[in-house]
């Protein structure tokens, strides 16, 4: 039999760096799981990524046992990583932080390509480079 779901929950964590402080354990508490297990899961899983902002699903069951799934940074993060910038422009239109490449592109839509909604690399690098343009950072495409 399945188990009943009692909560799902959206929550982005730097990768390997998950504790009880805010905000997982407030938001984790109130439904009776074992945080310090949870944190210990997702450290372990996403040790190898370096601090990066990593969004996770957990799926709390009326049994107090939860399960997660990991899903890939955001876009804005991995442009920020690639191009060591602080932040985007606050004006994105008039100001511009940054340059990525064709082949700096590409290398994000790897990472990110699970979680889009298409399967063709060439319209993952339009997203990606729409995103980019967002923050204020100039594109090859």
Partial sequence: MAKEVKKVIKITIPAGRATM???IGPTLAPYGINTQ?????????TKDANG????AIITIYEDRTF??????PPTSELIRRELNLKAGSARPNLDK????????IMKIVEVKMPDLNTSDKE??????AGTA???????EL
């Fill in 133 to 139: 343009r967002q923050m204020g950072v100039t594109t």
């Fill in 97 to 104: 932080v940054g340059k990525l490449t064709k082949d700096q």
């Fill in 67 to 72: 399960s997660f799934e990991l899903k890939t």
């Fill in 123 to 128: 319209q993952a690098a339009k997203i990606i």
């Fill in 52 to 55: 990066i902002l990593t969004p």
């Fill in 37 to 45: 297990d949870f944190c210990t899961q997702f450290n372990e899983k």
């Fill in 21 to 23: 402080a805010p905000p």
